[in-house]
């Protein structure tokens, strides 16, 4: 990404603005393509801000095509696909049935609370049903790397955001984008999209 940097401002890397543009509508259509042929898109993000967004996003603009993973990415989620969804069964299961006794109770239960972190987002709110995804949406590269090379071997296609210093490897469409201001412009705009696509 290094060569879309035009200069430099208070010691941060300044992109090309038409390059940038052209990024985010890109992204933005292959996105909703997906979507739109009743394809998988699963958001992952391992950054606290952004928690609360995903959270919201999930539980008031719920989509059947869209899963996410809120903060915590346990690796082998893409290459041991059927034991994660059998957590995720047995999770979605207990949230049914127990949780409400649970919740109500107060009784500390420390495995379902791990679970929930985890596999929470994978979840439709009105759907059992768990599907593999078709194209992921990284909204952090740095410290993730992990996360792409797990893409790139069950060959997921990758969305990602990233800077002038991030190295472009194991990402199909990268996102350049300046601050988390944009990145959550950029949600916000795929999900109330994907929900307008649907009506």
Known sequence: MADLCVGRRVAHPVMDSQARRASVLRALYVLLRVLQSHGH??????????????????????????????????????????????????????????????MHRGIAFPRYRRIQRTVHGFLHPTSPRVRFPDMMLLLQVAGNEHILREAARVQVPVCAFVTAATPARGIQYPILHRDLHELRAFCHALVHTARSLRK
């Open 41 to 102: 898109v699963l958001l992952v993000n391992t950054h606290p801000d952004l928690v609360p967004l995903l959270r919201t996003l999930h539980r008031d603009y719920a989509h059947p095509h869209l899963s996410y993973c809120f903060s915590t990415w346990v690796g082998g989620t893409l290459t041991n696909w059927q034991q994660f969804t059998r957590s995720m069964v047995s999770y979605a299961g207990f949230e049914a049935y127990c949780a409400p006794f649970v």
